[in-house]
């Protein structure tokens, strides 16, 4: 139905149904009627349409933290002109340009804690359980921990706007020039990848992602615009919207892409992965992630890795009387896909 029969309906008193019928997904990404790459379009189209042509990394280089078995380099570098983002770079002892080692980008979580971005999994604050790029360091992994807009210091250069109130800034900020804050996420991540491709230190045909809450949502907005990535892991989020509407959930801005309802659900845009090696963990009790929908929803992605004859590649966990956390099992799923996948 488009637009123009859901005001018919309207004038013709049958409104409610119609509007039912636009909030249905009319699409699905194994749907026969459109191609992945169809879809694929009509996501980017949804996010906010092309990304901007790639401009110099340009990259600065503030400080070097000696650590016991990796060094932490503090560097910056441009997703846009006039736009650096801060990032730690982890780089274990023994891996050099003769050397170099698979690498894993790490988006980090969300949680409230706009004064926490990349320091968290880099190390060296937060909560231990999100030390991940640290460990995956001591794996042998060269691990990029960027801030996310709005979190550590990218959050208002004015000053004028704290926390929570400049993400819902920038996000309309967007809205209002036809885009969306994950289109920008996007963007972000994309340099990322450029960055760490640009290292000697790392092995460019082994990188992968990692991101929990907020950072997993980052891992499948990103993975299908990313093939470079070829390892994906995304731990406790996949809040699909038919659940944030009938549990009246708040969510982070970057869940919500404009339009893409007409197409399918949040597991279709995680779905457009496949072929990629992707894996995600899932608490039982996360009520951030109601589970009946978030298992319908791995459902769907895993028939769409059927579908493209790659049932190997995707993998999910969901762990028992668990809620929105890091557990030792969903971190070793974790640490076990990349070993697979990203070790030569």
Same mark, same amino acid.
């Given at each position: 139905m488009d637009r123009r029969d859901l005001l018919k309906s309207v004038v013709t008193g049958s409104a409610v149904s119609a509007l039912a019928a636009l909030q249905t997904p009319a699409i699905s990404a194994d749907s026969p009627s459109m191609s992945p790459d169809q879809l694929?379009?009509?996501?980017?189209?949804?996010?906010?349409?092309?990304?901007?042509?790639?401009?110099?990394?340009?990259?600065?280089?503030?400080e070097t933290i000696q650590k016991d078995g990796y060094r932490i380099e503090s560097l910056t570098y441009e997703a846009e002109p006039g736009d650096a983002i801060p990032a730690l770079l982890i780089i274990p002892d023994g891996v050099d340009a003769d050397h170099p080692a698979p690498a894993v980008a790490i988006w980090h979580q969300h949680a409230g804690q706009y004064h926490l971005g990349k320091s968290e999994p880099a190390?060296?604050?937060g909560d231990p359980m999100h030390h991940t790029g640290v460990a995956l360091a001591r794996e042998g992994y060269v691990v990029l921990c960027p801030d996310a807009l709005c979190f550590e210091e990218r959050?208002? =250069?004015?000053? %004028?706007?704290?926390? $929570? !109130?400049?993400?819902r800034f920038e996000f309309l900020r967007y809205v209002v020039d036809g885009k969306s804050m994950a289109w920008k996420n996007i963007v972000d991540m994309r340099r990322a990848i450029d960055f760490l491709v640009s290292r000697p230190e790392v092995n460019a045909d082994l990188i992968g992602c990692y991101g929990h809450s907020m950072g997993s949502t980052h891992t499948w907005l990103v993975g299908p615009?990313? =093939?470079?990535? %070829?390892?994906?892991? $995304? !731990?406790?989020?996949?809040?699909?919207?038919s659940a944030i509407h009938e549990h009246h959930l708040l969510h982070c801005f970057p869940n919500f892409v404009p339009g893409w309802q007409a197409f399918g659900d949040t597991p279709e845009i995680a779905a457009l992965i496949a072929?990629?090696?992707?894996?995600?963990?899932?608490?039982?009790?996360d009520g951030g992630s109601p589970i009946e929908h978030a298992r319908a929803g791995v459902d769907r992605i895993a028939a769409v890795y059927g579908a493209q004859n790659a049932s190997d590649q995707f993998s999910a966990f969901i762990e028992p009387d668990t809620g929105h956390v890091l557990s030792e099992a969903m971190w070793e799923k974790t640490k076990t896909h990349f070993a697979k996948h990203l070790k030569a």
């Amino acid at each position: 139905m488009d637009r123009r029969d859901l005001l018919k309906s309207v004038v013709t008193g049958s409104a409610v149904s119609a509007l039912a019928a636009l909030q249905t997904p009319a699409i699905s990404a194994d749907s026969p009627s459109m191609s992945p790459d169809q879809l694929r379009e009509q996501l980017q189209r949804c996010l906010g349409g092309p990304w901007p042509e790639a401009c110099p990394l340009a990259p600065v280089y503030r400080e070097t933290i000696q650590k016991d078995g990796y060094r932490i380099e503090s560097l910056t570098y441009e997703a846009e002109p006039g736009d650096a983002i801060p990032a730690l770079l982890i780089i274990p002892d023994g891996v050099d340009a003769d050397h170099p080692a698979p690498a894993v980008a790490i988006w980090h979580q969300h949680a409230g804690q706009y004064h926490l971005g990349k320091s968290e999994p880099a190390g060296l604050d937060g909560d231990p359980m999100h030390h991940t790029g640290v460990a995956l360091a001591r794996e042998g992994y060269v691990v990029l921990c960027p801030d996310a807009l709005c979190f550590e210091e990218r959050q208002d =250069p004015s000053g %004028k706007l704290q926390k $929570g !109130n400049f993400e819902r800034f920038e996000f309309l900020r967007y809205v209002v020039d036809g885009k969306s804050m994950a289109w920008k996420n996007i963007v972000d991540m994309r340099r990322a990848i450029d960055f760490l491709v640009s290292r000697p230190e790392v092995n460019a045909d082994l990188i992968g992602c990692y991101g929990h809450s907020m950072g997993s949502t980052h891992t499948w907005l990103v993975g299908p615009f990313e =093939p470079r990535l %070829k390892a994906l892991v $995304g !731990n406790c989020c996949l809040p699909t919207y038919s659940a944030i509407h009938e549990h009246h959930l708040l969510h982070c801005f970057p869940n919500f892409v404009p339009g893409w309802q007409a197409f399918g659900d949040t597991p279709e845009i995680a779905a457009l992965i496949a072929p990629r090696a992707l894996h995600l963990n899932l608490g039982e009790t996360d009520g951030g992630s109601p589970i009946e929908h978030a298992r319908a929803g791995v459902d769907r992605i895993a028939a769409v890795y059927g579908a493209q004859n790659a049932s190997d590649q995707f993998s999910a966990f969901i762990e028992p009387d668990t809620g929105h956390v890091l557990s030792e099992a969903m971190w070793e799923k974790t640490k076990t896909h990349f070993a697979k996948h990203l070790k030569a």
